[in-house]
């Protein structure tokens, strides 16, 4: 997993009393609730002087978790054209700490120079099994080239010569509903 932030606002103000008042300095300065105690904060690593020259800014981020993870060729085609916007994975650990709204990077497993598909989860289910999963979701929209739900489970069944069959009996499965990012 990577993290990453994204700057959301830039936000220039006259001096440190003006960030945190309209800022709040609960959003700004977490642990502190008193708007002197802050600037005085700040007033150790920034000047009064410098304040009045160069005013400050208040940067807004947000803090974005990135997974890789890597697909067969079909699969990563069916993924960059739009066809398939779920992706069913054993819950394991990894999987545990992937949630809504963090992003996935999809990486060809057979064409290590085919670009990174990014991705965005917008929702996330859990299941005990794939036939659980594949009922509820649809065969064809985990596994676009199936033609009925016995043929979508036992190819996830035959995966890694049955070991993914046994992790998923032990661990359950989840479900990733994606949609392309340009992030």
Do not use: W
């Not at 069913?88 to 120079?113: A, C, H, Q, T």
């Not at 929702?123 to 739900?149: C, H, V, W």
């Amino acid at each position: 997993m990577n993290i990453e932030t994204k700057v959301l606002y830039i936000n220039k103000y006259n001096n440190f009393r003006d960030l945190l008042n309209k800022e709040t300095i609960q959003k700004v300065l977490p642990n502190m609730t008193n708007i002197e105690n802050g600037v005085e904060i700040y007033h150790k690593y920034y000047t009064s002087e410098d304040e009045n020259k160069y005013n400050v800014l208040a940067i807004g981020l947000e803090t974005i978790k990135t997974h890789d993870l890597t697909l067969d060729d079909i699969y990563y085609n069916y993924i960059s054209n739009g066809e398939k916007v779920y992706e069913l994975r054993i819950n394991d650990d990894k999987r545990k700490n992937m949630k809504e709204s963090d992003y996935v990077n999809f990486y060809n497993r057979m064409n290590k120079d085919d670009k990174i598909i990014k991705t965005k989860i917008i929702q996330r289910k859990e299941y005990k099994s794939f036939l659980e999963a594949i009922t509820d979701i649809g065969y064809k929209q985990l596994m676009p080239q199936t033609n009925s739900i016995d043929e979508a489970v036992n190819i996830y069944e035959k995966i890694d010569n049955g070991n993914y069959f046994k992790e998923a009996q032990l661990k359950g499965v989840v479900v990733f509903k994606i949609e392309l990012s340009t992030l």
